[in-house]
T-cell receptor, first 115, second 114 residues
Framework: GENVEQHPSTLSVQEGDSAVIKCTYSDSASNYFPWYKQELGKRPQLIIDIRSNVGEKKDQRIAVTLNKTAKHFSLHITETQPEDSAVYFC??????????????FGTGTQLKVEL | DAGVIQSPRHEVTEMGQEVTLRCKPISGHNSLFWYRQTMMRGLELLIYFNNNVPIDDSGMPEDRFSAKMPNASFSTLKIQPSEPRDSAVYFCASARGRSTEKLFFGSGTQLSVL
């Protein structure tokens, strides 16, 4: 099955700096890569996603890049703000043998934006 | 729309007791997922239903865990008997179609087994 590794597990940045979180996946057939943000005590929420036929996608201060050859993808947050502090999860989707598909999550990155 | 609704929000029980977690997906969503979240293992998929049929239950830890989806608007995850190592946050999520894109998560159930 798919294996998703995420680094770093914790990340501390100064407000206004950029933050980068990296993930690798094992199944070359994986075709969809979302990122979820989970604030303390709350539910995970989708913030951005990218498909395997696209190399980069941007939405305001956040962007995701995908390198299919190397099987890794990254989340970039620019001009970080205190409200960006949360746990961020990457995920990769692969197709199941019997149909349907499965989303495998990374272990999460705790991002702290300091004033 | 009220989003994905889970109950209870918190459950404290003693080892050996039966625990039932409940989920109401977003209306119109026909894929439903149960995830377990722990510090050590992150978010783990337990089981995934599409149109009320289990598609992948390979993540269900053992026979003590069972899940049902009797209709499009309700699902349960049952643990019998519960053990302290089952303590975790259990999330239900739903999505449109057969896809796992754009999952909407519920607020989760914090389970503590003493």
């Amino acid at each position: 099955g798919e294996n998703v590794e995420q680094h770093p597990s914790t990340l501390s940045v100064q407000e206004g700096d950029s933050a980068v979180i990296k993930c690798t996946y094992s199944d070359s057939a994986s075709n969809y890569f979302p990122w979820y943000k989970q604030e303390l005590g709350k539910r995970p929420q989708l913030i951005i996603d990218i498909r395997s036929n696209v190399g980069e996608k941007k939405d305001q201060r956040i962007a995701v890049t995908l390198n299919k050859t190397a099987k890794h993808f990254s989340l970039h947050i620019t001009e970080t703000q205190p409200e960006d502090s949360a746990v961020y999860f990457c995920a990769a989707r692969n197709i199941l043998t019997g149909g349907g598909n499965k989303l495998t999550f990374g272990t999460g990155t705790q991002l702290k934006v300091e004033l | 729309d009220a989003g994905v609704i889970q109950s209870p929000r918190h459950e404290v029980t003693e080892m050996g007791q039966e625990v039932t977690l409940r989920c109401k997906p977003i209306s119109g969503h026909n894929s439903l997922f149960w995830y377990r979240q722990t510090m050590m293992r992150g978010l783990e998929l337990l089981i995934y239903f599409n149109n009320n049929v289990p598609i992948d239950d390979s993540g269900m830890p053992e026979d003590r865990f069972s899940a049902k989806m009797p209709n499009a608007s309700f699902s349960t995850l049952k643990i019998q008997p519960s053990e302290p190592r089952d303590s975790a946050v259990y999330f239900c999520a739903s999505a449109r179609g057969r896809s796992t894109e754009k999952l909407f998560f519920g607020s989760g159930t914090q389970l503590s087994v003493l």
